[in-house]
Structures are given as C-alpha cells and as structure tokens.
C-alpha cells in the first residue's frame, strides 16, 4: 500500500514537472516553431557617415572635473583640521 502511494506521488511530481519544463523552453525559443533567424543582412543595414559621427563627438561638451557616479552614496570628507606648530 506505502509502495503504491510512493509511486503515485512519484508519477504526479513526473507529471507536473514536464510542462513546466516544456513551457519554460518554449519560452527561450527552444520549443516548437519559428527559430531565430539571425541578425539582418548587410545589406539591409544603413551605411554609417564618419563625418557625421566625428562632428556628433566634437559636439560633446568636456566635463571640467570628473564624474564621480557615487557621489550621492558616500558622505563628504570631513574637514581636516589645520595642522598645530609645535
């Protein structure tokens, strides 16, 4: 009787388990269907001026000091205390 509810248990986990698996795979583009087809041809891809894109850089402001992206998230440095003439 113990064998038997195992063996159930063990077929509805199997059971549950493979279309999750299949849906999962399908949802990567693994499953049934239309597979990938690759990025476009050359062709189809619009030449890329140099000149246009050389003035678009030229363009670009320089930063007078460097950004610091953690700026925000560190407190400020305390201020140093003037050094004492012995």
Known sequence: ??????????LAVAVAAVPAFACAASAQGLGRGKGNSGPPPVE??????????????DRIPVPDEKY????GARARAPAKPPKKKN
């Open 1 to 10: 009787m113990i064998r038997r509810r195992r063996a159930l248990r063990a």
């Open 68 to 71: 610091d992206p953690w700026s």
């Open 44 to 57: 189809d891809r619009p030449k890329i001026d140099e000149k246009a894109y050389k003035a678009a850089l």
